[in-house]
Nanobody, 121 residues
């Protein structure tokens, strides 16, 4: 089994910053892509940022220039540094990882339980 545990969410004022972390644990052979998605009430889950095992990144248009994704492959952990936060960034943020387990030849998509980020004065 594989678990993704997120941390770092909370309440922040507009213009503030937060850093999210997501650690993958369990029977992990290797991790391909890792990333963050978010879902606001009544809306679909959208891409925030993804990062490949080699460090290539891709961002959603609404967060470009404000958010930075990074990862520590030795710790199976992905981070999301969020700066210049806006009220429209308020959502539940979900961690995602594409994982190959030991004794398996396929990669499977895993999700964290989500962490709430609220941007409000």
């Amino acid at each position: 089994q594989v678990q993704l545990v997120e941390s770092g969410g909370g309440l922040v004022q507009p213009g503030g910053s937060l850093r999210l972390s997501c650690a993958a644990s369990g029977s992990i052979f290797s991790i391909n892509g890792m990333g963050w998605y978010r879902q606001a009430p009544g809306k679909q889950r959208d891409l925030v940022a993804v990062i490949s095992s080699g460090g290539s990144t891709n961002y959603g248009d609404s967060v470009k220039g404000r958010f930075t994704i990074s990862r520590d492959n030795a710790k199976n952990t992905v981070y999301l540094q969020m700066n210049s936060l806006k009220p429209e960034d308020t959502a539940v943020y979900y961690c995602n990882a594409v994982v190959r387990r030991h004794a398996s030849t396929v990669y499977v998509n895993y999700w964290g339980q989500g962490t709430q980020v609220t941007v409000s004065s």
